[in-house]
Nanobody
């Protein structure tokens, strides 16, 4: 199983980024998919989730209205569009997969991509 996140980088406050997560080694379309993040010195934070069919999405309050999670089941790829970025969004972002809806201890979690929001 592989979950490879990409798309991170340095962005100014107020800017945007689109993160991607390429999945392989499991039946992507059957799994709930998640984005979680870990800021420096802090615990992992659940950010967003999407149902296996991509119909329903869920967000933590701190990103609601600024983030959009989506998936392409034909390409086994998960996305996170982040707008109006703030310094507190600085973190390593990871994608994760699970057959169930949960907020931790996922079946799979990949390597992350660093997002730094700074002027």
């Amino acid at each position: 199983v592989q979950l490879q996140a990409s798309g991170g980088g340095l962005v100014q406050p107020g800017g945007s980024l689109r993160l991607s997560c390429a999945a392989s080694g499991f039946t992507f379309r059957r799994y709930w998919m998640y984005w979680v993040r870990q800021a420096p010195g802090k615990e992992i934070e659940w950010v967003s989730a999407i149902t296996p069919d991509g119909v329903f999405t869920y967000y933590t309050d701190t990103v609601k209205g600024r983030a959009t999670i989506s998936r392409d089941n034909a390409r086994d790829t998960l996305y996170l569009q982040m707008n109006s970025l703030k310094s507190e969004d600085t973190a390593v972002y990871y994608c994760a997969a699970d057959l169930k809806y949960k907020k931790g201890s996922y079946d799979y979690r990949g390597q992350g991509t660093l997002v730094t929001v700074s002027s």
